[in-house]
Structure formats: C-alpha cells, structure tokens
C-alpha cells in the first residue's frame, strides 16, 4: 500500500475495475502475435506481444498518473504552507478568529459523533489559518473533517483540506483556511 497517498486507494482500484469491464479482454491473457511460421514466436514477435500486453493494461498508466498528482498535490501543499508561513501574524483577528475555530470543534453538532482528534491544533495570521488535528483511524478523520469544515462557513472564506495516512498508522488532517 502508497503511504501518505491524498487518494484513497479504493478509487484507484474503482477505475481499474471500470477500465477492466469495458475492456474485454484482462490484462493477463495472452496477446495473440502474427507469427510467419507454426514454430514458437521469435523473440521481436515475443517483445511485440509484451509490448502490446502493457499497452492494454490500465494499471501502470493509472499509477503513474496517481503518482504525478500526488506530486503535484505535494508541492501545492507545501506552497499553501510557505504561504502560511511568510504571513504576518495581525494579533487581534488571529485570536478572535482562533477562538470561533475551536468553538466549532466544540460545537454540539460535531460533538454528537463522538469522534475527536487526539490532537488538534489551530493558528491563525493575517489572512489564513492552520488547522492540524490528528486520528487513529483514518474514517474518523474523514468525517470528523466533513463535519468540522461545514462549521466553519462563517468563518473561512474558503479551505484547502488534506488527509494523509502516516507510516505509524495515525492519519493527519490538515487543513488551510483563507479569511472571510
């Protein structure tokens, strides 16, 4: 299994199955090669054939592409953080703003899951702030997440949300948001 993959696994393997029931025939079977006699395919024949099996196979294509948005996803990360970072901190809305955040992982509605970040942790700056809360199990972090950020509409103008597996087994949610 990827660790720290954005996308669950189970899409990837969706699309697979996708791909597989309208394509007929499975990546496993044989690809028939044009042969110029009844002996055994040379070996130019037998590379047409491996070559012609991988091109009909989705898989490989569907992991690399997996692997390029998660690398574009990664960068995307990391300048939202860089961002974050280089702000100014303006004191008073920060902790105005810092309050209301906590309020909502409060809130009755989100309480009435009865899923709570082992840790959790909020600051603001100027213009945006960083939410940071961390779970045992990765579906609890999902809707915990769901449920947190549909608190805070009046709030955030907008919010950039991940969820990542880590290689201990606890899932880091992460999430960006941008001042209303």
């Known amino acids: 299994m990827r660790l720290g993959m954005i996308f669950p696994l189970a899409f990837v393997g969706a699309l697979v199955i996708a791909v597989l029931v309208m394509h007929p025939k499975m990546p496993n079977e044989p690809v028939a090669a044009a042969t110029t006699s ?3 395919p040379d070996a130019s024949n ?3 054939s491996a070559a012609a099996m991988m091109a009909q196979d989705p898989l490989p294509q ?4 997996e ?3 998660l690398e574009e996803r990664t960068r995307y990360l ?3 953080e860089a961002a974050y970072r280089a702000e100014p901190v303006e004191s ?10 906590v309020d909502v992982s409060r809130d009755d509605a989100l309480a009435a899951t009865r ?3 082992d840790a959790w942790s909020v600051q603001c700056h100027s213009r945006s702030c960083k939410m940071s809360a961390v779970f045992g199990d990765y579906d609890d972090a999902q809707d915990w997440a769901n449920f947190f950020l549909t608190g805070t509409g009046g709030i955030l103008a907008q919010a950039e949300l991940s969820v990542r597996r880590d290689v201990d087994g606890t899932t880091h949610v992460l999430i960006f ?3 209303r």
């Open 38 to 40: 009844a002996a055994a």
């Open 46 to 48: 037998k590379a047409r």
């Open 62 to 65: 569907l992991l690399a592409q």
């Open 67 to 69: 692997d390029r948005v």
């Open 78 to 80: 990391a300048a939202l």
């Open 92 to 101: 008073q809305w920060a902790a105005v703003t810092e309050r209301a955040l």
């Open 115 to 117: 899923i709570k970040p």
């Open 177 to 179: 948001g941008a001042r």
